[in-house]
């Protein structure tokens, strides 16, 4: 096996729930004991040491990194595994040097975001949303809902993260129909539809979760006319994006009462502006893009993943969760 050389840079602004710290990495370690010796990291900060040290890195472990010339500056690199799942803030990928594979963290999000999923598709079935504008209001404002099971929901991009969404709406008793690009059928999901069927696939479902990446093709998918061919009183979620959502839109059909409620964990800008009127917005749940973070798992399953693929790539294997620069996913 080739020795692997990781440089691991941790932004001084990010969360602590992303960072590598020494001790989290020694830990990690201790769980694949066998790629001590082959794999070494040098954990650094912002730019602190970071030209001099990816001069020689044979991978590069980051949320985001300065993409010009990077074939000059770093030129044993051989991988670039980016620490979140969707790699929108580095597209279009065309800066990727030919012979660099870069991986993501899809899935690592999945087991947080499994109660995160069932938590929001009950609170859409019970209006919460509602009921908490109602009550910020002072207004008392029953309304009774039944059983979930026997339901429908609809999910927009099934891939790790829609998966766990279709996963829990089952659970729930819901019928699951999916989007996706290939269209092809997926787990725990009844029925599956391309993307040119997108507006037949949301009709009739009381919940629509829209989960895809951010790519030239999903931005702005979900606008007016999307809107309108839910269902009146339904609910929607995402956790994917926020332009994959036209805001004016969602607000529009929230004021009209088309949505019975929402609820956003990504936004355009996050955090977005205080003037935005989604804060005002009538039925509407806003969680600050912790949907799928986790404070206790997140950095440990991204270094398990790391490790992993440092070893395939030690031992000239594939690498896990390489993501396609054409398709930005
Ligand atoms: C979070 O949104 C991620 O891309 O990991």
Redesign the pocket.
């Known amino acids: 096996m080739r020795r692997i050389r990781l440089h691991i840079k941790n932004n001084r602004a990010g969360e602590e729930v992303f960072r590598t710290t020494p001790a989290r990495l020694r830990a990690a370690f201790a769980r694949r004991p066998q790629a001590r010796g082959v794999v070494s990291a040098r954990i650094d900060w912002d730019f602190d040491n970071f030209d001099a040290s990816l001069a020689t890195a044979d991978g590069l472990v980051t949320w985001d990194l300065p993409t010009a010339d990077l074939a000059a500056r770093a030129p044993a690199l051989k991988w670039i595994h980016v620490?979140?799942?969707?790699v929108d803030h580095l597209t279009p990928l065309d800066w990727l040097p030919p012979g660099v594979t870069l991986t993501?963290?899809s899935g690592?999000?999945a087991e947080k975001f499994a109660d995160y999923a069932r938590m929001a598709l009950l609170m859409l079935w019970t209006r919460m949303p509602r009921l908490a504008s109602a009550q910020a209001a002072r207004r008392w404002d029953p309304v009774f809902t039944g059983p979930i099971a026997g339901g429908r929901i609809t999910i927009v991009g099934v891939g790790k993260m829609g998966g766990v969404i279709a996963a829990e709406a089952r659970r729930l008793g819901l019928t699951v129909t999916g989007v996706s690009r290939s269209g092809q059928r997926v787990r725990n999901v009844d029925v599956m539809h391309p993307p040119t069927r997108l507006r037949r696939a949301l009709k009739g479902a009381d919940i629509v979760a829209v989960a895809t990446p951010l790519t030239p093709a999903t931005d702005g998918l979900i606008g007016a006319r999307e809107f309108a061919a839910m269902k009146p009183g339904a609910g929607f979620l995402n956790v994917g994006?926020g332009p994959v959502v036209a805001t004016p839109a969602l607000l529009a059909a929230l004021r009209s009462g088309h949505l019975s409620g929402a609820v956003l964990d990504?936004f355009d800008t996050e955090p977005p502006p205080r003037a935005s009127p989604l804060w005002r917005a009538p039925n509407l749940l806003m969680t600050p893009?912790v949907a799928?973070?986790d404070l206790e798992s997140y950095a440990p399953r991204t270094l398990d993943l790391v490790l992993d693929n440092a070893l395939r790539l030690a031992g000239g294997r594939k690498l896990r969760n390489r993501v396609d620069p054409e398709a930005g996913y």
């Open positions: 620490i979140g799942a969707g993501n963290n690592v999000h994006r990504v893009h799928a973070d």
